[in-house]
């Protein structure tokens, strides 16, 4: 290889280093964090430098997931050679790092239903009679403008900063020697 070839070797390996730092590695970042989040809400926990399970909540089933909004609207956007991770529902920063203080509550109205069950008038393969639910309107009741005390534990399922979780970090390192490696 003539040091001409060399140079132009060298430039070209370069200008696909610079490609990938700006441009490749903060989407993957994203798309890594992401998954991360992920798993920290399929776990039940943080995955930190040890497992923390999250505090269990009075009603059963999944901790923190109730509709999934919380968990689907974790988004990243990148930008040369940055990615930010964020979370815009406005109850994310009080999970992840726990909230004691007190709180208002705007004044309501409460709907209180009840469900019965109809027949339709078709019948099942077994020939029972089908059955649908309906839901009616059975009280409605004025709520006044009050304060109330917030407990929230810290269940926490995003990264605050890079040192917060070394599997995250580690993630991150893989992804980039992996592409240093096909680079060089």
Do not use: C
């Not at 994203?30 to 009075?58: H, M, T, V, Y």
């Not at 109205?109 to 109809?118: D, E, H, P, Q």
């Not at 269940?155 to 979780?165: A, E, K, T, V």
């Amino acid at each position: 290889m003539t040091p001409e070839q060399f140079a132009n070797n060298l430039k070209k390996k370069q200008t696909e280093l610079k490609q990938y730092v700006n441009m490749e590695f903060p989407r993957r970042a994203g798309e890594i964090s992401l998954r991360f989040i992920d798993g920290n809400f399929r776990s039940q926990g943080w995955q930190g430098a040890s497992f923390q399970p999250w505090q269990k909540n009075k009603r059963n089933g999944t901790i923190l997931v109730k509709t999934g909004l919380l968990r689907s609207a974790t988004t990243f956007a990148t930008s040369p050679g940055m990615v930010r991770v964020s979370n815009a529902t406005p109850y994310a920063a009080a999970h992840n790092m726990g909230f004691h203080g007190t709180v208002s509550v705007r004044q309501h109205t409460r709907r209180l239903m009840t469900t019965k069950s109809v027949e339709t008038g078709r019948l099942t393969k077994s020939g029972k009679m089908r059955l649908k639910t309906v839901h009616t309107l059975k009280n409605i009741s004025f709520v006044k403008a009050h304060t109330r005390n917030m407990n929230l534990p810290k269940r926490q399922f995003m990264p605050g900063s890079m040192n917060d979780s070394p599997i995250l970090y580690n993630a991150y390192r893989r992804e980039v020697e992996r592409k240093l490696k096909s680079i060089f």
